[in-house]
């Protein structure tokens, strides 16, 4: 949200070329933090898990790295999305959601059963994989398309 301002002057100016670079470039550094981030809970998921809980959930930190994967799944779609949204093209990110949705809906009644905690946590993270795909690709296939005020990119 911090773009925000600078992408709608963007727009307002009609440079939409500018537009999809700053869309680019912010979505690169935010899956870059997010992938430092889980790298770091990678290192010291061990530690932070005694620091906070003092050692009751030992057996469990290893799920702290692996929910990591939330956020990075998440920094890759979060700048895509709001350019659909610029675009006008927010019904795209709606179908996104439905399908991240019923993705890990599905996947949370066939995988818990059998995995337990471990199948609880693969269905989030399939979940907001399948989110990220599917704003990437509505982004790359719609979101290059006409200006939503006329002209052309």
Known sequence: LIVLPSLSTDLGSGNLIRLRKKTLITASLLVTLAILFSMFLYLFSGSLERLMFGGKYADFA???PVLGLVPVFTALSSSFSLALR?????????LAYVLSSATALCLSFALIPRWGLEGAAASAICGVAVLSIAVVISYLKWGDAESPFGGTP
């Open 86 to 94: 610029i675009f006008r093209k927010a019904h795209f990110e709606l």
């Open 62 to 64: 290893w799920l702290m």
